[in-house]
């Protein structure tokens, strides 16, 4: 499910340390009531946002809870014709860059052979 809303709070629940690495659990709270825990550390007052949750249902000394948990975002990895676009891009600059420093070569070559010629 998707919700999407402004942050109203960001909470600390808990911390702790499991396979030699440190987490801490956050409860987020949007503007309506709705809330959610996440193990990421990147949300903030007044910040909008569309939550990707999915329910999630634990069961302690016989009580059932029900709670939102954000299902973490992964990063997204670009085409390969986005990639090699941006290549060609960067490598016509450099090209132009390759051909203007050589112009510039050539003027200071002249200037020098200018002043060496001067008495």
Not at 71 to 86: D, H, L, M, Y
Request: glycine share 6%.
């Amino acid at each position: 499910m998707i919700k999407t809303g402004t942050v109203k709070n960001t909470q600390q629940i808990k911390t702790g340390v499991a396979n030699g690495r440190s987490w801490t659990l956050w409860k987020i709270t949007l503007e309506d009531g709705f809330q959610a825990t996440t193990f990421e550390n990147i949300y903030s007052p007044g910040q909008q946002v569309n939550l990707s949750v999915e329910e999630k249902t634990t069961e302690k000394n016989g009580v059932q809870y029900q709670n939102y948990q954000i299902v973490p975002s992964k990063p997204r990895k670009e085409s390969v014709v986005a990639q090699n676009s941006k290549f060609e891009e960067i490598m016509k600059t450099l090209t132009e860059l390759q051909a203007q420093i050589g112009g510039l070569d050539q003027k200071v070559d002249q200037l020098l052979d200018d002043l060496a010629k001067r008495p």
